[in-house]
């Protein structure tokens, strides 16, 4: 209900730039959401790996990473699966900072053209959610978060080691969900989830492999102009089309 009472303030993004299209297959059969890629169709829809790695200082922060997508009626499904040497996590809380340890994250915008507002999913191995409504340019070149927003969605994960001991060496980790279309309120009506219709997003991966501090690397399925500046530039996110 939260989505349909806001205003939309987003503009069309200036500096349009062609841009490269994830293909999200149709689900045929039941999704059961529990971090493991069981169901056939998975094997079906595009895999991509997050081949734009930020902020790497050293050997072990470029792990592999692959990012899939599903969709039917109801839902949008994301699987996501890290190599990751060292498993690492603090964050327990609800719109906490689990972007500064291990976290999966996609941002979405649903229509074809580049807005300035986006839908914003980012957990952790703990399954610590921060979850917004990201307006860039809000007002006077200020970009906001509304985190108030806490949509109903769910996620699940499994992983092969030891959580925060880098004592040893770890295989890594995979998270699986399942996000209503509902949460996207109005704003998800404008252009339908259904076959040859688009909408726009952005997968990325944070990687935390020190047992201590904030530092770590971040990779992205689509390249960020300048990361420096802002990950949540719209300019920079990509496309995915529904197909078959």
Not at 23 to 35: L, P
Not at 107 to 114: A, H, L, M, S
Not at 152 to 157: Q, R, S
């Amino acid at each position: 209900m939260l989505v349909v009472l806001i205003p939309v303030f987003s503009v069309k993004a200036q500096g349009f730039k062609e841009r490269s299209i994830f293909k999200v297959s149709r689900a045929n059969e039941s999704i059961v959401i529990d971090g493991k890629m069981n169901e056939t169709i998975w094997s079906k829809t595009e895999v991509r790996s997050f081949n734009y790695t930020y902020n790497k200082t050293k050997k072990d922060d470029e792990q592999k990473s692959s990012f899939r997508m599903l969709w039917d009626d109801k839902n949008l499904y994301v699987f996501f699966d890290f190599e990751d040497k060292y498993l690492t996590v603090r964050e327990t809380k609800r719109d906490g900072a689990p972007f500064f340890d291990d976290c999966a994250e996609i941002f979405i915008i649903p229509v074809p053209e580049q807005l300035n507002t986006h839908f914003g999913f980012e957990l952790n191995l703990n399954k610590a959610s921060n979850d917004f409504i990201y307006f860039n340019n809000y007002y006077n070149n200020t970009n906001i978060a509304l985190k108030s927003f806490n949509p109903d969605f769910k996620a699940e994960i499994t992983y092969s080691g030891t959580v925060n001991d880098n004592s040893d060496i770890d295989k890594g980790w995979t998270m699986e969900m399942e996000i209503p279309l509902s949460v996207f309120g109005f704003l998800g009506e404008f252009v339908p989830v259904k076959k040859g219709n688009k909408w726009t997003l952005l997968g990325l991966r944070q990687d935390r492999n020190d047992a201590e501090g904030d530092r770590r690397s971040t990779s992205t399925l689509f390249p960020i102009a300048d990361f420096s500046k802002n990950v949540h530039e719209p300019t920079d996110f990509g496309l995915m089309q529904f197909v078959d």
